[in-house]
């Protein structure tokens, strides 16, 4: 019997790692293809009854953990959280995840990521929306709807195309008419306190800027798009929006911004995210949309999630585990 131990493991790679570099005979080995240097695109399909939906990955960025990330517990903590998802030491990694939604008779965009503005600033990091919306097979001019959440940055650059000019030339762009009415006040963006609250009015304004008319406004509980209705989930923003799509018997919860990435935030139901405009209502939202969940057994989409952030939620006592939906190789 082998007695397989870290030193004997780690003494094993060492002299698989020498004998690959020199070869069999003790020759240099040369690969047959030099390093691709690049992901494949980032899109899966899956299907909510007669619907085909899309998650279209707009990147994910990785960043070194602020000290108030999560702004009611102690920094070891959120630490200590990132180390056991196995994120690079001292940082923090946050996915950035829009959905498409073919309903037959419209497709609809849910949120639109960071804007490919930012693909070379980040050196690809983020801004892939576009590139994988063509991966995909998908035009943007034949987006009928631009349904947003909310109104942060990551969700709203996405329809500005690299020269500022309208990404999705035809589509009707929709907002939840609290976040509206919250980010566009003047009054409001001169109470702001913190340069993250200032960052998302100025964005908010020059997002905007000239297409203001353009913008329809929808209200909470209707059906904003065939076969999608909106659900107040606010907190994270006044007017922070989830939804549920549904077809036939099947429904999915598209949840955006309930919680940021689930390894805090829904592990940890009751920390506050740096990003949440109200944190005590954040909290609240997160346990009641999280039980309805769990109850339901409803597929959850998250758009911090894990790429390709679907899964299911289950409560753990008071906290919650996401459990995610194996890849299916078909639709």
Same mark, same amino acid.
């Given at each position: ?19 690959? +570099? ?8 040369? @690969?047959?293809?030099?390093? $691709?240097? $690049?992901q494949a695109p980032g899109f899966y399909r &899956? #299907?909510?009854?007669? &619907? ?7 990147? *994910? ?12 517990? =102690? %920094?070891? /903590? ?5 180390? *056991?998802? &196995? ?29 490919? $503005?930012?693909?070379?600033?980040? #050196? ?10 063509? @991966?995909?097979?998908?035009?943007? /001019? ?19 195309? $690299? ?11 929709? +907002?939840?008419? +609290? ?11 001169? !109470? ?12 908010? #304004?020059?997002?905007? *800027? ?6 329809? %406004? &929808?209200?909470?509980? !209707? ?27 099947? %429904? ?9 990435? =689930? ?37 959850? +989409? ?12 289950? %409560? ?16």
């Open positions: 019997m082998t007695d397989l131990n870290r030193r004997h493991l780690l003494t094993g790679v060492a002299a698989m790692g020498a004998a690959s +570099v020199l070869g069999p005979l003790g020759t240099p080995a040369r @690969a047959a293809e030099p390093p $691709a240097g $690049a &899956y #299907k909510v009854g007669a &619907y085909e939906c899309t998650s279209i990955n707009d990147g *994910a960025r990785s960043f070194p953990l602020p000290d108030t990330f999560v702004t009611n517990v =102690p %920094k070891a /903590k959120a630490t200590a959280a990132a180390e *056991a998802a &196995y994120m690079p030491q001292g940082m923090v990694t946050v996915p950035f995840n829009p959905q498409l939604i073919n309903t037959g008779s419209k497709l609809v965009l849910i949120d639109t990521g960071n804007g490919v $503005a930012n693909l070379g600033p980040t #050196k690809g990091a983020v801004g892939r929306t576009l590139q994988n919306l063509a @991966a995909a097979g998908v035009d943007p /001019k034949s987006i009928d709807i631009v349904l947003l959440s909310h109104l942060h940055p990551d969700h709203t650059n996405g329809i500005r195309a $690299a020269d500022g000019s309208m990404a999705f030339p035809n589509a009707e762009i929709m +907002v939840p008419s +609290v976040d509206w009415a919250f980010w566009t006040s003047d009054e409001n963006a001169a !109470k702001a306190k913190t340069d993250v609250m200032k960052n998302y009015f100025a964005n908010v #304004k020059k997002t905007f *800027a000239g297409i203001e008319s353009k913008v329809a %406004k &929808y209200d909470w509980d !209707k059906e904003v798009a065939p076969g999608i209705t909106s659900i107040s989930t606010p907190g994270h923003t006044p007017g922070h929006t989830s939804f549920v799509i549904a077809s036939g018997n099947s %429904k999915i919860l598209i949840q955006s911004d309930v919680t940021n990435i =689930p390894e805090f935030f829904l592990r940890n139901p009751d920390w506050h995210v740096m990003y949440d405009e109200n944190p005590e209502l954040a909290q609240k939202t997160r346990h009641k949309f999280y039980d309805m969940a769990a109850a339901e057994k409803a597929t959850v +989409v998250g758009f911090h999630f894990t790429f390709p952030c679907i899964g299911h939620v289950e %409560k753990d006592g008071a906290k919650y585990r996401l459990v995610p939906s194996a890849w299916n190789p078909v639709i």
